[in-house]
């Protein structure tokens, strides 16, 4: 099976091994990848984007710019976790390759439209690209088979203690996108946190001479410091690709479909999903007369890491010549 997709990214450490995961995956056709302000701010995503597409050697893809910031609230971004360039200060150099004239929800649209089937929408970043391209052309959902979309999380956040990055960043766009009636896969951080690089493998791959597997040691190996109590410290999650490894390997992944909704109140707990995941339903009409159940989505809620990590490293990787070749 082949998957046609389009990717909306805000790269981002993760987001770049996102990317030269799916330009390599033999079933993934990558039709175009749109950019949004997120982890960084756009000029230095698209920078980015396009460099990792020279590192690894992917085709000519059509690269766009999207949405500057959030549909509704301006928001920080997360450089203190992808570094100030977004890449960790890996030093890529700039690329030749040259930007779409479009923008990212044109040639969106455009790639819905030309495909022969319905694309899938694999999102890794704040979803206002997305939001704006269904409020756009509200026709294009028909075009769409899936929305997955690294978001939200059934239990802890990261942004703050209950919301994950992607969502608190624009939680209106993700309310829109929730609320679209499309099939979605939601990739939070119940999954997220848990696909980490074994040390050892960072040092073979930081030690390589072949440019992904080089690459890849480099962002693995970024260290971050604690804005609250400057501690320095190691994350090396796969992260973004993980949801590209659920869409062509869900047999790695629990699913659950669950009602989830998007908290929009300002407050703590703004930015939010909110996944429902009592045994059983409609308490709430007892109690608020008129409730409407909330839209489903297929949240993934548990992984196998070896299997994850063999996918995502065997598809990058010489693993057998191990990474130094
Ligand atoms: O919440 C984790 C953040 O880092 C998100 O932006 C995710 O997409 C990754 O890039
Ligand atoms: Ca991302």
Request: negative net charge.
């Amino acid at each position: 099976m082949t998957y046609g997709v389009i990717l909306d990214v805000d790269t981002g450490i993760d987001d770049a091994m996102a990317i030269m995961f799916a330009v390599r995956h033999p079933e993934i056709d990558v039709r175009a990848i749109t950019c949004v302000t997120g982890n960084v701010g756009l000029k230095q995503v698209l920078a980015n984007t396009l460099s990792i597409l020279d590192v690894a050697d992917a085709p000519q893809i059509p690269v766009a710019a999207g949405a500057q910031r959030p549909l509704v609230a301006a928001a920080r971004d997360a450089s203190w976790v992808h570094g100030k360039d977004g890449l960790g200060g890996i030093g890529l150099p700039a690329s030749a390759r040259e930007l779409s004239p479009l923008h990212a929800v044109e040639l969106m649209h455009r790639e819905l439209l030309a495909a022969d089937e319905p694309l899938t929408i694999v999102a890794l970043a704040p979803l206002t690209n997305v939001a704006l391209l269904l409020r756009m052309y509200p026709d294009a959902a028909q075009r769409i088979a899936r929305i997955v979309f690294m978001g939200g999380s059934a239990s802890v956040g990261n942004a703050t203690a209950v919301a994950e990055f992607n969502i608190w960043h624009d939680p209106e766009a993700a309310a829109i996108v929730i609320d679209s009636g499309i099939p979605l896969t939601m990739y939070g951080l119940d999954v997220f946190n848990r696909v980490a690089a074994e040390a050892d493998t960072i040092a073979r791959l930081a030690d390589a001479t072949a440019p992904v597997a080089r690459t890849l040691g480099g962002l693995l190996g970024f260290e971050l410091t604690d804005p609250g109590d400057g501690t320095v410290f190691t994350h090396p999650l796969i992260g973004d690709a993980g949801a590209v490894c659920a869409l062509v390997a869900p047999e790695l992944f629990t699913f659950e479909s669950r009602p989830v909704q998007v908290e929009l109140a300002p407050g703590f707990s703004r930015g939010q999903t909110m996944v429902d995941r009592r045994a059983y339903g409609g308490e709430d009409l007892v109690h608020e007369p008129g409730w409407t159940p909330w839209p489903l989505a297929d949240v993934a809620l548990d992984v196998d890491v070896p299997g994850t990590l063999e996918l995502f490293f065997g598809t990058l990787v010489d693993t057998a010549g191990a990474a130094a070749s």
